[in-house]
């Protein structure tokens, strides 16, 4: 891995799209978005490495200049994601142990995962109520998967791989620069609303709580919307960003199953360790609708904010892409997050 990076490119790595930005460090707390790229994949099937490879340089030249590394993020319906309650163990003890008993200690077989694990900084009890125990991050993906993108990242002409991150934890990463007073002050739940599904993580004072994920996402919502409004997607999505009052009411109910998980899972973290949930923060490209955020608010009873990953960074893309990289910014959590952890390490 290349030592003290000055610059990086944050790759997101999901099944339909790729996003990417170029970003470096200038200073020990100033971080520039210098250019950003996205392409679009088939959605109905999974990318082979090659088609992956296409997208990335098709990206490396839409951007048009080269980083030292990358910082990838992956999604991946695969992808191993849990907090598991332990007695204090070195995490090389653990990875080791993970792979070797994965049906004991992840109820799942990982022989053929890469797996990684964390301990979690806690500031209250844990969520089972034993005040033994540590909590740690496993992260895994299938060794296939990695291999895939390894290839693909060749494919693509890209530089050396800095960090391989999944795409949650990038994103939790970058709430963490982000949203810093929020993130080591106050209990935060984050939700990120991606194609098919969305992420919820819930934390409190730097910790990581709670990771759920549901079937769920934006293309769900508006084939709800479609279908309860009889209408186009188009159409659909036309009255969406005008608030048209029916549209507003179907979204309603589209939404239902969102925020009846939403509540579920704040309920399930209060009821636990005694500290309020006041507001959540959106990502992903729903979060652009005033509609739906407008509803999401009303439905829970609480604010929902949209933030933005590059916040704190500074802005110097091309002039020509200046306003799209302010329509695209919520779409680049995933991204931002990936690029400025590793450009903190």
Request: charged letters at 20%; a negative charge.
């Amino acid at each position: 891995m290349p030592k003290n990076l000055t610059s990086v490119i944050g790759l997101d790595i999901g099944r339909y799209a790729l996003k990417s930005v170029m970003m470096q460090k200038k200073g020990a707390n100033r971080f520039v978005v210098t250019n950003f790229a996205s392409h679009i994949l088939d959605e109905s099937r999974e990318p082979t490495p090659q088609e992956l490879g296409r997208g990335i340089k098709s990206m490396l030249k839409q951007m048009g200049s080269h980083a030292k590394a990358c910082a990838v993020s992956v999604s991946h319906p695969d992808a191993l994601l849990r907090l598991i309650e332990q007695p204090s163990t070195p995490t090389d003890v653990l990875r080791d142990a993970l792979k070797l008993n994965g049906m004991m200690l992840l109820n799942q077989d990982t022989k053929n995962y890469i797996l990684d694990c964390d301990l979690i900084p806690s500031s209250g009890p844990s969520l089972n109520g034993e005040s033994d125990q540590k909590t740690y991050l496993v992260a895994g993906l299938p060794r296939m998967q990695v291999n895939e993108i390894g290839l693909a990242m060749h494919e693509g002409g890209a530089p050396p791989v800095a960090t391989l991150q999944l795409a949650p934890v990038s994103m939790f990463n970058a709430f963490e620069f982000a949203q810093p007073e929020a993130f080591n002050n106050s209990a935060f739940f984050l939700l990120d609303i991606g194609h098919q599904t969305s992420t919820m993580m819930l934390g409190s004072k730097k910790e990581l709580v709670l990771i759920r994920s549901i079937d769920f996402g934006g293309k769900a919502l508006i084939e709800n919307l479609q279908t309860l409004s009889g209408e186009d997607r188009q159409t659909v999505i036309h009255a969406l960003d005008n608030e048209d009052e029916v549209m507003v009411e179907n979204a309603r109910m589209a939404l239902m199953v969102l925020t009846r998980e939403i509540g579920n899972s704040i309920g399930f973290f209060e009821g636990r360790r005694e500290e309020p949930i006041r507001q959540v923060w959106i990502s992903g490209g729903v979060a652009k609708s005033k509609a739906v955020m407008r509803v999401l608010a009303e439905e829970l009873g609480m604010p929902c904010i949209a933030w933005n990953a590059a916040e704190r960074c500074e802005v110097s893309v091309p002039a020509a892409k200046k306003q799209r990289f302010t329509d695209e910014a919520l779409d680049l959590s995933v991204a931002c997050g990936a690029a400025t952890e590793a450009l903190s390490a």
